[in-house]
């Protein structure tokens, strides 16, 4: 049985009762895409876009900034051809001066776009998140 079995295949969520390792697991298992980021030490919106964009392996002038983000996540990977889905973890988004619930939540609009995306291509997207 799917870890996943109650889990819309396109959706941002907290993390919650999921574990890493679990999730990293059944994406394995799904044959999907595994992509993660820790931002703990992160203070920065442009901090934050950097440590996703180099977990994720994007090129660098791609996570300059959310804009840059959203394009990797959606055209970007789409050009690059047919895609199995997408399990995407970022733990312990940052809550500083600099990186508040303003700039957290727009990040998180950044993979709701990227979800959205994706559901169209009917491809799964699943992005789970924590807050420090």
Known sequence: MSLLISVPPNLVQSIRAFRVTELQEEA???????????????????????????NFHFPKPASKNFEALRVSLTDTIHKAGPQPGFLVVIEQLPNTQKFDKEARETLLDVFRDAADFWAEKKVPFRVFYSFE
């Open 28 to 54: 394995a298992r799904l044959g999907q895409h595994f992509l993660y980021a820790h931002c703990a030490d992160m203070l920065t919106k442009q901090q934050v876009c950097a440590r996703i964009g180099e």
